[in-house]
């Protein structure tokens, strides 16, 4: 079956019904207490996020045709790879959070040890969904995903960022961006591009709104953090001044960092032309990006 063209809020809001469902499917039946508990975290670390990353899966997936039964196992697998980073980087030994998502984060609500089972199991779930052989062209799927979470995207990204924190000088523009192109931008780009890749097609316009949306909500990321309120994000806000950290907002200042996330969101926005009116929702998430509260 292929996916119905909706609506920004709605294709969002089934991008997010679409994991839970396909999360409680996939984790399956415990076989003990211990695997239910890690079962009940792994679960936990998925629920009240935005489901971007999954909502770029379905909508790049509509765009070339591709069914939602593949839709559903790839935007469930990123979902999960991120969600493990997530967990991860809220442990004392990284960013040391106590709040995600309005919550307390799982090395909160449960320990350490589970906080790190649970992540690693998402991971490999993850990358276990994508070695489905329903999945058209999913080896490539995989690869990208290997590359866009490791050493060269996603953990190479968050590695740089925390030396940072103890380095001599601050990090320069072209470095935060290089950061946050691997932190953030990575798994946007492979989630952008998910579509194309199932149907063995061009990715180029694709990737270029991927790329320019992670760099995107990264700066809106920075402004929540100074402009936010914790009761409304969902997590602790102004800890980057609070650290000294370099960020795009303490290098071009608030006004010139949302000049720059609205210029990233017209350049993304302009790299869907190929695709004309049929991808307008595509051009919503990148407005709701820079709009967005949380």
């Known amino acids: 079956m292929l996916i119905e063209p909706l609506g920004f809020e709605a294709a969002l809001r089934r991008a997010q019904g679409a994991v839970s469902e396909a999360a409680r499917e996939a984790f399956g039946v415990p076989a003990s207490m211990a695997q ?39 935007a469930l697998a990123v979902e999960c790879i991120h969600a493990y980073s997530l ?132 700066i809106a990321d920075d402004i929540l953090d100074v402009e936010g309120d914790v009761e409304v994000t969902g997590k602790a806000v102004g800890k980057d001044a609070g650290a000294g950290k370099a960020t795009f907002v303490s290098l071009l200042g608030l006004d010139a960092a949302k000049r720059q996330a609205k210029d990233l969101v017209e350049e993304a926005c302009e790299a869907l032309s190929i695709y004309q009116d049929d991808a307008e929702c595509l051009r919503e998430a990148a407005r709701f990006v820079i709009s967005r509260r949380k």
């Not at 350490?112 to 990358?127: I, M, W």
């Not at 999945?135 to 940072?164: E, R, T, W």
């Not at 691997?182 to 149907?199: C, D, F, H, Q």
């Open 87 to 218: 967990i991860h980087d809220d442990l004392p030994c990284m960013d040391d959070d106590d709040l995600r998502r309005g919550k307390p984060t799982v090395h909160k609500k449960w320990n350490e040890h589970t906080a790190v089972l649970a992540g690693d199991a998402l991971q490999a779930k993850g990358f276990e969904l994508l070695a489905s052989e329903d999945l058209p062209n999913a080896m490539k799927l995989l690869h990208g995903m290997a590359v866009a979470s490791g050493h060269n995207g996603m953990v190479g990204g968050q590695m740089m960022d925390i030396a940072a924190e103890t380095s001599a000088a601050p990090l320069s523009l072209d470095e935060i961006k290089a950061v946050q192109r691997g932190k953030t931008g990575a798994l946007i780009r492979w989630s952008a591009t998910a579509g194309p890749v199932m149907a063995w097609a061009d990715c180029a316009g694709l990737e270029t709104y991927g790329d320019r949306l992670g760099l995107a909500f990264q």
């Open 36 to 74: 239910a508990e890690l079962s009940e975290a792994m679960l936990y670390a998925l629920e009240g996020g935005k489901a971007l990353r999954a909502f770029l899966v379905y909508e790049s997936a509509r765009l070339h045709e591709q069914s939602e039964h593949s839709a559903r196992e790839a």
